[in-house]
């Protein structure tokens, strides 16, 4: 039997979302501070700048996190790799290699309680159900989903998106069903939701963070000639046509986000 007052509701923290077997356990204010630290964590907490924590619920289903992302596993949790032999391996290491993700993720499961290490970075629940079963997503953005989501390496499909793009030639594509746990650069109040229906979006610079795979992702000019592009100062704009949906985050590179 467990008891913790991880759920419960103190001065210090909450749970302030869930979706699934996860939660987000947000700290609200940094009372572990010395006298030279105070004024930063009061401003910090009042900016929503706030140490958050992922906590999973395991009751027999099961869950896979980012290398180095556990903290603590209470109760009757086991753990082992996502490896299925030697092909696998390799298949994974050079997935890893071209997409910035770590190669081994390890799968935890049993009955008990999953707290994932703290981070600055905020935490956005997806479920597939809503990206018709698919979405890709920016480099570094995974932390978490159920088991039961299948994790692939998406390619380009034209040269031009990988090099003029700012979005590299490959990125981490996330199919089946369950819900994906995202650390994102900023909340969720600030992300646009775009949904294309047989149609286009044109942003100027990597500012999507995940988008449907149905999506047609190509680099064009930004008007119909190059000496036109370079009059309006744009030059090149990243353009998704098709039918599906998109997060940009448009003030992601005027908002650092601080490391623990």
Partial sequence: MIKTNLFDSTPVHKIVDSAGCFSVLEYEKDISVTPGSAVTAYYSSQMNIRKRQVVANLDGNGVVLQSGAMQMMIGAVRTATNVKGATDLMKKFVGSKVTGESAIKPRYDGKGLLVLEPTYRYILFQNLADWKGSLVIE????????????????SRKSISSAVLGGEGLFNTSLSGSGIVVLES?????????VEL???????????AIAWSSTLEFTVE???????????????????????GRILIAPVAQNRPVPTP
């Fill in 139 to 154: 480099d570094g953005l995974f932390l978490a989903c159920d088991d039961s989501v299948d994790m692939k390496v998406a």
């Fill in 185 to 193: 650069p900023v909340p969720a109040e600030e992300l646009i939701v």
């Fill in 197 to 207: 229906d047989q149609d286009m979006i044109r942003i100027d610079g990597n500012m």
């Fill in 221 to 243: 000019k930004a008007t119909s000639t190059l000496i036109g592009s370079a009059a309006s100062g744009e030059g090149f704009v990243n353009v998704y046509r098709g039918t």
